[in-house]
């Protein structure tokens, strides 16, 4: 892993940790927004939103833009889709798993299956 890329991901999940930073772009999925409707379901002032906002910008999560007063915050694609791509190489080991295991639960039913007809 290239150290920028893993500088990227250490920015990318710090800011994904958090259920607000998840929030505010499950939300910006659905279109850009401004600050004050982003911050219209939590409890928290505009500076702390602001502060969200802040962190999903450094990791390149979002961008924010300035019509007059206003500031709107756009999900930008590229970067969730390098954090779904470093998941999707671990998902095949996952995957490898669970199939071991289903193998494994279906020879322990046969062999628990075999006993009690051999009861």
């Given at each position: 892993?290239v150290e920028?890329?893993?500088?990227f991901?250490d920015?990318?999940?710090a800011?994904l940790?958090?259920?607000?930073?998840?929030a505010?772009?499950?939300r910006?999925?659905?279109?850009?927004a401004?600050?004050t409707e982003l911050?219209?379901?939590?409890?928290m002032s505009?500076?702390a939103v602001?502060?969200?906002l802040k962190v999903?910008?450094?990791a390149g999560?979002?961008?924010?833009?300035?019509?007059?007063q206003?500031?709107y915050c756009?999900?930008?694609?590229?970067?969730?889709k390098q954090v779904a791509?470093?998941?999707?190489?671990?998902?095949r080991?996952?995957d490898?798993?669970?199939?071991?295991?289903d193998?494994y639960?279906?020879e322990?039913?046969?062999?628990t299956?075999?006993?009690?007809?051999?009861r």
């Open positions: 892993m920028d890329e893993a500088e991901l920015r990318a999940f800011a940790a958090d259920r607000t930073r998840r505010i772009l499950a910006l999925a659905t279109g850009e401004g600050v911050a219209e379901p939590f409890q505009l500076p602001s502060k969200h999903l910008e450094r999560l979002i961008t924010r833009s300035r019509e007059a206003w500031r756009r999900l930008e694609p590229g970067p969730l791509e470093w998941v999707g190489d671990y998902k080991f996952w490898e798993s669970y199939e071991r295991l193998e639960l279906e322990l039913k046969k062999r299956e075999q006993e009690g007809e051999n």
